[in-house]
């Protein structure tokens, strides 16, 4: 055990209660901006063409209430607990609010919490939180418009390559191995199915994030992450078609993000192996 990881498993046994709540409190603030980057980034890119005076970004306008327009004040932008007072409903206007903003911000605080205890040490527990928050952003975006943008995958991708240039289980090289084959892998069975069929098998998107993933996990894991991504795609298939009676393309992002995810953690995840060990 590295003197790194025994100094941070110290911490946590005299500060866990604290440790563990200050982390799932990050999890509820960045899921609260995971829903301005879900509503507002599709919107962004397909206004991508507007005049220049129509500025609409993250940042711009200020949060407000999609049906009447008002601006929200502090008390009514608190993640979670303002939905609570306001009982899900708009203070001005009485509209009610969709239930998936409080989701999206229980379910970010209950992954940040759940990571918090699999990667002890700074570096791997900050570069874990930034992995998922990505994947849980695109995979959300790709449920609701089967968009992947570009703004999420490359910069996903470059931030696994720079991690694992200073840390990790993964050398720089084999990040680097890891993201020219994923992109590659699904380039070629995109046009094979293309040029078999005459049809499009999935985006561009795709693509990026399992480039993206590579990145993160290295070449070599990349069999094993496609064969999961496929057999989470065959279950959603499934699933939309017995119980929701609906057919057709499926989004295949959130598939690649939580084979993804399984990857990574039983690559980089210590505690996990001491829980079984």
Known sequence: MSEGWQHMAHITSLYGGFYHTAVAILGLLMGSFLNVVVYRLPLMIQNSGAPAGSR??????????????????????????????????????????SKRYPFTEIICAALFLGISF???????????????????????????????????TLPLLWAGLLIHSVSGNVSLQDSVYGAAAGYIALWTLYWGVKLVSGKDGMGYGDFKLLAAL???????????????????????????????????????????????????ISQESKTLWLMFS
Request: net charge positive.
């Open 214 to 264: 590579g990145a993160w996990v290295g070449w070599q894991m990349l069999p094993c992450l496609c064969i999961l991504a496929a057999l989470t795609g065959i279950v959603f298939a499934l699933i939309r078609v017995v119980f929701y009676k609906l057919s057709g393309q499926i989004p295949f992002g959130p598939c690649l993000a939580l084979a993804g995810a399984l990857v990574y």
């Open 56 to 97: 609409f970004n993250l940042s711009f306008p200020a949060s407000h209430c999609p049906a009447c327009k008002h601006s929200l004040k502090y008390w009514q932008n608190i993640p979670l607990l303002s939905w609570l007072l306001l009982r899900g409903r708009c203070h001005y206007c009485g509209i009610a609010i």
């Open 118 to 152: 699999l990667f002890v040490t700074p570096v791997s527990l900050v570069s874990a939180l930034l992995l998922f928050w990505f994947l849980l952003a695109l995979s959300l975006i790709d449920l609701a418009t089967y968009l992947l943008p570009d703004r999420l």
